[in-house]
């Protein structure tokens, strides 16, 4: 395969691998916007529990009991 070939062969697969990244956050933009729209008024759940206030003033160490 000529040098001429192979150079676009590796151009077509750079614009498509770009295409393919600006598709990808443009897509994560519009369904953020919507979720944010959609969902706004929820509180997000945590994902960690966290020792009640109670507990964290009768444990100096931050060790639970």
């Keep these: 395969m000529p040098w001429g070939q ?3 062969v590796l151009a077509v697969l750079v614009i ?8 990808f956050h443009f897509l994560e933009a519009i369904l953020g916007q919507l ?11 945590a ?3 966290l020792p009640s206030e109670q507990e964290r003033e009768g ?3 931050g ?3």
């Design 47 to 49: 994902w960690h529990v």
């Design 16 to 23: 498509v691998f770009a295409a393919g990244t600006l598709w």
């Design 6 to 8: 192979i150079g676009a």
């Design 35 to 45: 979720k944010k729209w959609l969902f706004n008024h929820k509180k997000p759940a």
């Design 63 to 65: 060790r639970s009991r």
């Design 59 to 61: 444990n100096e160490d």
